[in-house]
């Protein structure tokens, strides 16, 4: 008996004749089983993988199809014996064939040995020569068979190359260009494949031809993917060019599709020019996401993968500056993961698990879509933790922090995150993670209260930011020192209130001109309306100022200091519940003290509630650049406000 899929799917007997399988959903159902290698598929994932939405007969219909295909490959089966080949097992069933006997199996396990043993070679053409077409050909629209697809064809295509790679070594080179060429023609973003071209070009006596090969290699992978060639690609062209190439190319341990993002590509670059702030900045987030296009377009998951996991830029505010962007790179990391599957590289599913969770930062993103991204935070760090990539594991944390902010009250918890980013990024020269770490531990000393320690942190970013050009550092840390300066104008000999509201003013104008609009919207008329507070002054009442996305919160203060009082009471009540975000204690406060002020109990209940486990922070001082106050103050108001009458 022998079962092949590397194609469509087909049994052969001991003597040669082809076993009759029947329709589509018996073929389905034995290639599920090959694709488990010998574990047992319970009965219900054999159901969820055959239909979208199950019939009400599904499970009897998997039985039915089990015992056809029992009769099929073990014809001469006496009744009463078990079967051999398809075995039933706990809850569901298993395909029981030596993996010799399985063309996939072979396979792969020739692929395992040629990597360790350059003498399986010949083996190795001798798999590669088995297949027939895509994986599972003619299981179409299931999800569990394309992720199959997917893998296996990455394994064909390293196959591919590392036969190539091995022969070269060994001395052969002219026979293989043809067969290079064909490759390289059909798949252009495979770098390695360029670079073998090349090789056997040269090995054939085309110096000119394999000069010219890189050349098109360059204009390829810069023109469809904005990506430049890697280290080794580049190495080979300078051998090249001095008559000196190497008797191999040096091995890389390729994740995927194998093209390797060098120090120059449109994402590296695009990593490097967010940390610059202003119009370089706006132009970062469209490269990416034109980045992440082109990798999609070429069909290689792992590229894209690769691609959306690169841009690990260290990010500390918890809004997003252009949401519909990162609505779409949510929504292409969600499509490769699933695609991948399980069998997805786990520094790849990190990689794109953490991008998930730091770019669902957006307002109105659902309870749904926030679980989810919770869930993506959390993996990721799982995942991070178990891999020798701190840099990894720095951005997985990061994504961790940007989805703590489930409900009010978090300071402390954060400030360990921010502690445990600064030790990875200082032991392991992460410079942008220590500075993100400093930030977080700035914000998180700000909000409990403590400006002496968050001054040393502010002070150690600016420190890091000198040395690696991030200038949008300083403009945090300007706001950080108005923030100061509005707690000391309550203080004796401390700065007036108008000192401490023109440090705000020259914080906003250096924070105007930085791209970042999901920072900038509306935080100069709350850090105005926190001063304010801090003085038991009314709110600011000027038409001009932009509240941004804080306006449902303050417009009730701003109504009430208009003495609009049944106006404030009507905003009041269509209040929402403030974003899971920074400033989420501090719109609670502003909730609470309207609530307070119109006698609404229930309100001022509401808001109680949900600042309780903040009673100890400052409101608004978890963004680290202004305050409305200690939390406390305002609780306790509220709370008096809901017992009264």
């Not at 489930?406 to 400030?415: L, T, Y």
């Amino acid at each position: 008996m022998r079962i092949d899929v590397l194609g469509a799917v087909r049994a052969v007997h001991h003597d040669g004749n082809p076993v009759g399988l029947g329709g589509p959903r018996h073929r389905e159902v034995l290639a599920r089983l090959v694709a488990a290698e010998g574990r047992m598929v319970p009965t219900g994932t054999l159901v969820d993988d055959l239909w979208t939405d199950p019939p009400p007969r599904a499970v009897g219909a998997v039985r039915t199809f089990v015992a056809a295909l029992r009769r099929a490959l073990e014809p001469d089966r006496p009744p009463r014996v078990p079967p051999g080949v398809l075995v039933t097992e706990g809850p569901g069933y298993a395909l029981r064939l030596p993996r010799e006997d399985v063309d996939v199996h072979r396979f792969q396990d020739t692929l395992a040995r040629a990597r360790r043993d350059p003498g399986a070679v010949t083996d190795l053409g001798t798999v590669l020569g088995d297949w027939r077409g895509p994986a599972y050909a003619d299981v179409t629209g299931s999800a569990w068979a394309e992720r199959e697809r997917a893998r296996l064809e990455e394994l064909r295509l390293e196959g591919v190359e590392l036969r190539a790679r091995i022969l070269l070594d060994s001395g052969e080179g002219p026979g293989l260009v043809s067969e290079l060429g064909a490759h390289v023609a059909e798949h252009p973003w495979r770098e390695p494949a360029w670079g073998l071209l090349a090789r056997a070009l040269h090995r054939a006596g085309r110096q000119a031809d394999a000069l010219a090969t890189l050349r098109r290699a360059r204009a390829m992978l810069v023109d469809q993917l904005g990506l430049d060639p890697g280290a080794d690609l580049r190495r080979l062209e300078t051998d090249l060019l001095n008559d000196a190439v190497p008797g191999s190319v040096p091995t890389t341990s390729w994740s995927g599709s194998g093209v390797r993002l060098g120090p120059r590509t449109t994402v590296d670059l695009a990593r490097t020019l967010a940390l610059a702030g202003g119009d370089a900045l706006v132009h970062s987030r469209r490269d990416r996401l034109a980045a992440i296009e082109a990798a999609e377009r070429t069909g290689d998951l792992f590229l894209t993968a690769r691609v959306i996991g690169a841009y690990d830029v260290p990010a500390v505010w918890s809004r997003a500056d252009d949401p519909e962007q990162s609505r779409a790179v949510v929504a292409a990391a969600q499509r490769t993961l699933t695609a991948l599957g399980p069998g997805c590289p786990a520094d790849l599913a990190a990689r794109l698990l953490a991008t998930v969770a730091v770019e669902s930062r957006s307002a109105d993103l659902s309870d749904t879509e926030l679980e989810h991204a919770r869930q993506a935070a959390r993996q990721a760090e799982a995942l991070a933790r178990d891999l020798p990539d701190p840099a990894l594991l720095a951005f997985a944390l990061n994504g961790v922090f940007l989805q703590s902010f489930a409900r009010p009250g978090r300071a402390a918890q954060r400030d360990g995150f921010g502690a445990e980013i600064l030790d990875l990024a200082t032991r392991h020269e992460l410079p942008n993670f220590a500075v993100l770490g400093r930030l977080v531990r700035l914000q998180s000393a700000s909000a409990l209260g403590d400006l002496d320690a968050a001054s040393v942190h502010a002070e150690a970013a600016e420190r890091l930011a000198a040395h690696t050009e991030a200038p949008l550092v300083s403009v945090l840390t300007r706001w950080f020192r108005a923030r100061v300066a509005a707690t000391g104008s309550t203080e004796p000999g401390g700065p007036t209130a108008a000192t401490a509201a023109a440090h705000y003013r020259a914080a906003e104008d250096a924070l105007r001109s930085a791209g970042m609009p999901g920072l900038h919207r509306g935080l100069f008329p709350l850090a105005l309306l926190g001063l304010r507070l801090l003085h038991d002054r009314p709110a600011p009442t000027d038409p001009r100022l932009d509240w941004g996305p804080y306006r449902p919160w303050a417009r009730p203060l701003v109504l009430l200091a208009q003495g609009r009082d049944e106006q404030a009471r009507a905003a009041l009540a269509t209040v929402p519940e403030p974003p899971r975000d920074h400033m989420q204690e501090a719109l609670w406060c502003l909730t609470a003290r309207a609530a307070v002020h119109l006698g609404e109990r229930g309100v001022a209940a509401r808001a109680a509630a949900a600042l309780s486990d903040a009673r100890a922070e400052h409101a608004g001082a978890a963004c680290g650049m202004l305050t409305l106050g200690p939390v406390a103050r305002y609780l306790a108001e509220a709370e008096a406000c809901a017992e009264a009458g």
